[in-house]
């Protein structure tokens, strides 16, 4: 892999695998790396096999996909090949609602919401397939973007062990690395991509760092109980379903949603979603058992299950998505230092979450003029 890429791609979440694809079915012979900091493909949207417990795969991080009634074209071609092959399933019906007076009934929503199937992570995996060329596209896993900086027309990115890589064009499908909150999260003294420009060599940057700096994050928190197969898990009729909590219940627990998967092995995996803008949360195992039962106190089936259920993982997303100022679609490409950005962190007409992010991948892969 020691070669220059035409691109380097830091991320691999679903805006970083839209751009891949969509790039490469406009020039099929340029090469892409994408460089992610976890195991798999995906990002958020990617699926845990547990080294502890090795018969589990679940979705862990973001669970679901929404998307509005009039998606755009762009959009549209690349969902439709994978709910024809049903890779890409509906299961807004499998959305349900809880409030604090334990009244349960469907989530009522303009949206359409999909999952892909056996897991999240084929999403991910199905975009990349529907590129022209493949072969042409790189993964780099479990790597860490420590710095950047732009040496002879070509971009120089460090990684792990002080590796570099290099690359004629550099993408940013996260904001991460770009935001304030990057210091505390990566341990280090100073922005990588301020350091790789000096303040006004790159109008675009200047004015997308100044943008990004004042944006707000959603903090979450995945506590992942697990339940061994039993009479529970057998009575409970839903393979996956998902129950968002009423906006009470949000406000005084931070509890966001609760989603129940089936195992292969007939165990089952509870997946509490927990959000807030302050410190991350740590709860025990018997505080969400007891918050949990009284929240669901007329479902007796609920309450079988979480009655032994075990707390076995606990995963926190630092990079979710912006609250507010979000980035003008203007300034996802520089060609003065050929550095382009794309995610849910830029404004697409009130769009939000992966739709905001695949049109921000498909408008940048359409605006670059590549030799």
């Known amino acids: 892999m020691n070669k220059t890429y035409d691109f380097i791609v830091i991320g ?40 502890k417990y ?4 679940f979705d862990h991080g973001l669970p ?28 807004s019906k499998d ?22 199937w056996p897991f999240m992570i084929n999403f991910c995996e199905e975009i990349i397939n529907q590129s022209i060329n493949p072969k042409k596209i790189d993964f780099l896993f479990q790597t860490l973007t420590k710095s950047m900086k732009r040496r002879n027309n070509e971009w120089e990115v460090s990684v792990n062990q002080e590796r570099i890589i290099t690359s004629k064009n550099l993408i ?48 979450r928190t995945v506590y992942i109980l697990y339940v061994p ?48 803008t302050k410190n991350f949360l740590d709860l025990s195992k018997n505080n969400i058992i007891k918050t949990l039962t009284t929240i669901f106190v007329n479902y007796q089936i609920f309450l079988d299950l979480f009655l032994q259920a075990i707390l076995i993982d606990k995963m926190e997303w630092r990079a979710s998505q912006p609250l507010n100022h979000l980035v003008p679609r203007e300034l996802q490409w520089s060609s003065i230092s050929n550095i382009g950005f794309c995610g849910d962190w830029f404004d697409f007409d009130s769009y939000r979450g992966a739709e905001s992010a695949m049109n921000s991948s498909i408008r940048l892969a359409k605006i670059l003029k590549f030799n």
Request: contains cysteine; hydrophobic residues 35%.
């Open 229 to 276: 197969k039993s009479e529970a898990v057998k009575n409970f009729n839903n393979n996956y379903l998902q129950i968002l909590f009423s906006k009470v219940i949000r406000e005084d627990l931070n509890f966001e949603k609760i989603i129940f998967q089936r195992q292969l092995n007939r165990s089952m995996i509870i997946a509490l979603h927990c959000s807030y």
């Open 172 to 219: 940013l499908s996260s904001s991460l690395i770009a935001h304030p909150r990057c210091l505390e999260i990566l341990k280090i003294s100073s922005l990588p991509i301020r350091d790789a420009f000096i303040p006004g060599e790159d109008k675009v940057v200047d004015a997308l760092l100044k943008k990004i700096s004042k944006q707000k994050y959603i903090k």
């Open 95 to 116: 959305i349900l609602k809880i409030n604090e007076f334990s009244e349960m009934d469907n989530a009522s929503t303009k949206d359409k919401i999909y999952r892909g």
């Open 12 to 51: 691999s979440g679903i805006s970083a695998c839209t751009f891949a694809s969509c790039l490469n079915k406009r020039f099929s012979d340029t090469s892409i790396l994408l460089v992610e900091h976890g195991r798999r493909l995906g990002g958020r949207a990617t699926t845990r096999k547990s080294r």
């Open 64 to 91: 679901s996909l929404s998307f509005s009634q009039d998606v755009s074209e762009d959009i549209q071609t690349l969902l439709s090949p994978l709910i024809n092959s049903k890779k890409l399933l509906d299961i």
């Open 54 to 57: 090795t018969t589990l795969e």
